[in-house]
Nanobody, 129 residues
Framework: QVQLVESGGGLVQAGGSLRLSCAAS????????MAWFRQVPGKEREFVGG????????YYGDPVKGRFTISRDNAKNTLYLQMSSLNPDDTAVYYC??????????????????????WGQGTQVTVSS
């Protein structure tokens, strides 16, 4: 089992940057593939980015490609999301998620929220225009 706690959310102006963190406790983070999702009221949870256990492979949703970077520090049991060139459409609650074995076998599987075993409580990001 792993517990996930997100932090770093807040209010930022359009064009600004923000870095989210997700601290994992319990089982070591390197045991899990991980990802960031986001959700606004009335909409389904949306894939933002995913990262393999080693950090060697990363995947992004189309709306954030070129603006967001997902990374992890397994020594610190922490997942990160560096967000830049933020716009109001990025306003959402951001969640980190973890997937244990059996691990994803293809890129598409990273994008489906149903495939993850553990979730954090979320952190609000609000981008003002």
């Amino acid at each position: 089992q792993v517990q996930l706690v997100e932090s770093g959310g807040g209010l930022v102006q359009a064009g600004g940057s923000l870095r989210l963190s997700c601290a994992a406790s319990g089982r070591t983070a390197s045991y899990y593939a991980m990802a960031w999702f986001r959700q606004v009221p009335g909409k389904e949870r949306e894939f933002v980015g995913g990262i393999s256990r080693s950090g060697g492979n990363t995947y992004y949703g189309d709306p954030v490609k070129g603006r967001f970077t997902i990374s992890r520090d397994n020594a610190k049991n922490t997942l990160y999301l560096q967000m830049s060139s933020l716009n109001p459409d990025d306003t959402a609650v951001y969640y980190c998620a973890a997937k244990g074995p059996p691990y994803f076998s293809d890129t598409y599987s990273y994008t489906k929220s149903q495939g993850y075993d553990y979730w954090g409580q979320g952190t609000q990001v609000t981008v003002s225009s």
